[in-house]
Structures are given as structure tokens and as C-alpha cells.
């Protein structure tokens, strides 16, 4: 078995503007720049039949090159459950047209739809027990984050390998957009 998703990756420049804000928040356990991205679709854990049949139906995507924006902060989950800060992405229709295209990719190879509404973000942190008012204070002071616009022109495949300082990230396949 393979863990698998499908995500946008962040270039450079605007991955270090997220970078250092990752700071001030106890218990945070910060993404670095490799692992930042935006996840169209996450696949989870197939078998590596699958994962050829999936990386034909992804080629198969047709999507036009789209600009895109970072902005705002929030985190998932409350209270003592928060359990991730992420920077948000303003709404783009092209983005959700290849979020929708990899969802269909994944049904077509049989993987099982995705029940969770898509909510496009970069995750910045994973949390352990950080006390709210803290993490609300986090996201106040970097609410009003916004990147320049950059653009997407490509896709890829990803496989994530859990391990005990998170997970690690290898770029399979990438997609270009035409």
C-alpha cells in the first residue's frame, strides 16, 4: 500500500512568508517548506495497482494555468481539539474545477469519494494541547496575511510516509496544466 494525495505545491518565495510566522505558539509543531502545500484530493492508503490507474486518470486532467492567493489564518477544530492552523486561499473557481477533476479521477479508480467538504489551505502547524486563547490570539495577529499572486501551472501526485518528526513528502508524478 501507498498513502497517497494530490496537491498544489507552494513556490519558494511564498512558502517563506508563511515560514516565519510559524512562530509564538506553544505546542505547535510547524510545517517546513517542503511540506507546504495545498491538497486537491487525499487518496489515503492504496494499493500500487490503484496508483497507476490513479496516475492515468490525473494525467487525463484538463485545466487551464490559474493564479491564486494566500489569505487569512484559522485553524481546524476548538477548544482543547484544536487540531491544525492553516493560511486560507482566496476563492478560485479553477482551483475547484481541479480539486472536482481529481475527485473524479479517484471514483474512477474505485477510491471512495471524499464525504468532507473541500476546503482549499496550507497547513502551518499540527497542534498538541495549545490553550485557545492563545491560538485565537495567533490567528488575530495573522488573520490579515495575503501572498502576492502566483501561479499554477502544475499539479503532482504525492506520497507521505508517517514517521515520528511528521510526515515525509516525495513528489511522484507531476501534472502540467495546458
Not at 77 to 102: F, Q, T
Not at 118 to 126: E, M
Request: charged share 25%.
Amino acid at each position: 500500500m501507498i498513502r497517497l494525495f494530490a496537491a498544489v505545491a507552494i513556490p519558494p518565495e511564498i512558502a517563506q512568508g508563511l515560514v516565519w510566522r510559524q512562530t509564538g505558539l506553544p505546542g505547535a509543531r510547524w510545517r517546513t517548506v517542503d511540506q507546504l502545500h495545498i491538497t486537491l484530493r487525499f487518496f489515503g492508503d492504496v494499493p500500487p495497482v490503484t496508483a497507476e490507474d490513479l496516475d492515468l486518470e490525473l494525467q487525463r486532467i484538463f485545466v487551464k494555468p490559474f493564479d491564486l492567493v494566500l489569505a487569512g489564518a484559522g485553524s481546524f477544530g476548538e477548544g482543547w481539539r484544536i487540531d491544525a492552523l492553516w493560511a486560507g486561499v482566496e476563492p478560485s473557481e479553477s482551483l475547484e474545477r481541479l480539486h472536482a477533476r481529481c475527485e473524479t479521477a479517484a471514483r474512477k479508480v474505485h477510491i471512495k469519494a471524499d464525504s468532507r467538504r473541500y476546503t482549499p489551505h496550507v497547513t502551518l502547524a499540527y497542534m498538541g494541547q495549545a490553550p485557545e486563547p492563545k491560538v485565537a490570539a495567533w490567528i488575530a495577529e495573522h488573520n490579515l496575511l495575503k501572498s502576492p499572486p502566483f501561479r499554477v501551472d502544475r499539479f503532482g501526485l504525492y506520497s507521505s510516509v508517517l514517521s515520528p518528526s511528521g510526515s515525509q513528502y516525495h513528489l511522484e508524478r507531476e501534472y502540467r496544466l495546458a
